[in-house]
């Protein structure tokens, strides 16, 4: 099943744990393909950088994990959308990640890009919600 991941369901997995760090550990297993933009790439780079100066006994694990992403990956050229969709601009890249793949499934915990889930069929659920009904089974 292909997904494309929020900035903060990668970086609260990887550096917390929790439902997050169990969608992780399912791509890690090869349960879960992510699908990625550069544009993607940058911010889990940029956010995992920022979180790590707060949290430096965690941060040693965050360079492995980008460059596992970075080469197991799919990475899609994704151009801007044509439209504005939701609220905060800076969520469209995994909207136009999910799209330009044909990717149905965005996960993530931002309230702004869950309120846009249906957008061209692109379905926007909540780690929780994700993980109770397609990991949690199996």
């Known amino acids: ?25 399912a791509w890690s297993a090869g349960h879960v393909s992510l699908v990625i933009s550069p544009d993607i790439l940058t ?21 492995p994990v980008l460059a596992l992403i970075t080469m197991n990956a799919t990475i899609v050229d994704a151009p801007p959308l044509p439209e504005r969709v939701g609220e905060d601009h800076d969520d469209e890249k995994f909207l136009a990640a999910a799209l330009a793949s044909r990717t149905r ?11 846009v889930s249906g957008w ?13 009904e397609h990991l949690a089974a199996g």
Do not use: K
């Open 1 to 25: 099943m292909r997904v494309v991941l929020d900035t903060n369901v990668v970086v609260s997995g990887v550096f917390f744990g929790g439902v997050p760090g169990r969608i992780m550990a």
């Open 43 to 63: 911010e889990y780079q940029r956010v995992g950088v920022e979180l790590g100066i707060g949290y430096p006994d965690r941060a040693a694990a965050w360079d």
């Open 105 to 115: 499934i965005v996960v993530s915990g931002d309230a702004d890009l869950l309120s």
């Open 120 to 132: 061209h069929g692109i379905r926007v659920c909540s780690p929780r919600q994700f993980y109770d």
